[in-house]
C-alpha cells in the first residue's frame, strides 16, 4: 500500500482535530462522565459492533451540555433522581448495577423526558461517529459506482 499525499493530508488534519479535542475542558466532571458512560452503554451496548461509549457518545453529549447549560442540569437531576432510585431498590449508585438492574431502573422511565433526552441525545452521538456509520450502518462514504439499478420493486417498474 503507499502513502499518498491525501493521506498524509487527513492524517494531519486528524491529529490536529485531536489535539483540539484533549485540550478542550470537560463540561461534565469526570465522575458524572463516569456515570453518563454507564449509561449510554445500557442504550446502546457493545456487540459485535463497538457501544456508545466506544464511539464517544459521553463527550458528544458533555459538549451538548457545553452549549446548553439548562439541559445539563436537566441530566444532573435526572441522574440525582435515577441514582437516589438505584440506592433505594439495590444498595448502590446507578454505575455499580449490574446491566439487568439497570435495565429495572430505566424501562418504565422510557417516557420520563430525561430518559427520551438522553436516548435522542445517545442515538444521535452513535449514528454520526464513525463507528456508528461505517461499522454499525456499513456507510463507506461516497463511493463510485460504474453503475447504478435504481430500484428494483416490481411496481416501479416501466
Same mark, same amino acid.
Given at each position: 500500500?503507499?502513502?499518498?499525499? %491525501?493521506?498524509?493530508? $487527513?492524517?494531519?488534519?486528524?491529529?490536529?482535530?485531536?489535539?483540539?479535542?484533549?485540550?478542550?475542558t470537560?463540561?461534565?466532571?469526570?465522575?458524572?462522565?463516569?456515570?453518563? !458512560?454507564?449509561? $449510554?452503554? @445500557?442504550? @446502546?451496548?457493545?456487540?459485535?459492533?463497538?457501544?456508545?461509549?466506544?464511539?464517544? $457518545?459521553?463527550? *458528544?453529549?458533555d %459538549? %451538548?451540555?457545553a452549549?446548553?447549560?439548562? =439541559?445539563?442540569?436537566?441530566?444532573?437531576?435526572?441522574? !440525582?433522581?435515577?441514582?437516589?432510585?438505584?440506592?433505594?431498590?439495590?444498595?448502590?449508585?446507578?454505575?455499580? =448495577?449490574?446491566?439487568?438492574?439497570? @435495565?429495572?431502573? =430505566?424501562?418504565?422511565?422510557?417516557?420520563? /423526558? *430525561?430518559?427520551?433526552? @438522553? !436516548?435522542?441525545?445517545?442515538?444521535? +452521538?452513535?449514528?454520526? /461517529?464513525?463507528? +456508528?456509520?461505517?461499522?454499525? =450502518?456499513?456507510? &463507506?462514504?461516497?463511493? *463510485?459506482?460504474?453503475?447504478? &439499478?435504481?430500484?428494483? &420493486?416490481?411496481?416501479h417498474?416501466?
Amino acid at each position: 500500500m503507499q502513502f499518498t499525499r %491525501r493521506d498524509a493530508l $487527513v492524517t494531519i488534519a486528524a491529529l490536529a482535530v485531536g489535539s483540539t479535542a484533549e485540550a478542550q475542558t470537560s463540561f461534565l466532571t469526570q465522575p458524572e462522565l463516569d456515570w453518563l !458512560k454507564a449509561l $449510554v452503554d @445500557i442504550i @446502546i451496548p457493545r456487540t459485535d459492533t463497538p457501544g456508545a461509549s466506544d464511539a464517544g $457518545v459521553p463527550l *458528544f453529549i458533555d %459538549r %451538548r451540555f457545553a452549549s446548553d447549560p439548562q =439541559l445539563a442540569e436537566s441530566f444532573r437531576s435526572g441522574m !440525582k433522581a435515577l441514582d437516589a432510585d438505584a440506592q433505594a431498590r439495590f444498595g448502590a449508585a446507578f454505575p455499580a =448495577l449490574s446491566a439487568q438492574q439497570q @435495565i429495572m431502573l =430505566l424501562t418504565p422511565r422510557q417516557q420520563d /423526558s *430525561f430518559f427520551r433526552i @438522553i !436516548k435522542g441525545l445517545t442515538v444521535d +452521538g452513535y449514528y454520526t /461517529s464513525e463507528a +456508528g456509520l461505517t461499522q454499525e =450502518l456499513g456507510w &463507506h462514504g461516497n463511493t *463510485f459506482l460504474t453503475e447504478f &439499478h435504481g430500484c428494483t &420493486h416490481p411496481e416501479h417498474q416501466g
